[in-house]
């Protein structure tokens, strides 16, 4: 069963960087929707960002607009969370996940539904003190 590692979470200040990485343990498909979410105690999962292999593009919440960026290495099949001017209340595990069905035209409007994910990372935690 091919899933999704994730690295690079930890415990930096406010104001702080960290960047995330995500590789597939096997081969999950050639173009794909790959996601991260995050999900604090006591709150529902947030669809955070997103980048569909096809065409690069790139999505994002408001809530991380501006802050935080999200790459893809295609060689290396990976894909990048970079995290700057971290907030408190970003703190929470962060999750990436792929999505290998929803087609082009339709993953703009979906891109932040976790429940169109097919597979799906362990989660690494981060904490953001003040």
């Known amino acids: 069963q091919v899933h999704l590692v994730e690295s690079g979470g930890g415990s930096v200040q406010a104001g702080g960087s960290l960047r995330l990485s995500c590789t597939p343990s096997g081969y999950i498909g050639g173009t794909r929707l790959m996601g991260w979410f995050r999900q604090a105690p006591g709150t529902e999962r947030e669809g955070i960002a997103a980048?569909?292999?096809?065409?690069?593009?790139?999505y994002y919440a408001d809530s991380v607009k501006g802050r935080f960026t999200v790459s893809q290495d295609n060689a290396k099949r990976t894909v990048y969370l970079q995290m700057n001017g971290l907030k408190p209340e970003d703190a929470g595990m962060y999750y990436c996940?792929?999505?290998?069905?929803?087609?082009?035209?339709?993953?703009?409007?979906?891109?932040?539904?976790?429940?169109?994910?097919?597979?799906w990372g362990q989660g690494t935690q981060v904490t953001v003190s003040s």
């Open positions: 980048v569909y292999s096809g065409s690069s593009e790139k």
């Open positions: 996940a792929a999505d290998i069905e929803t087609p082009a035209w339709a993953v703009g409007g979906t891109w932040y539904r976790g429940e169109q994910y097919k597979y």
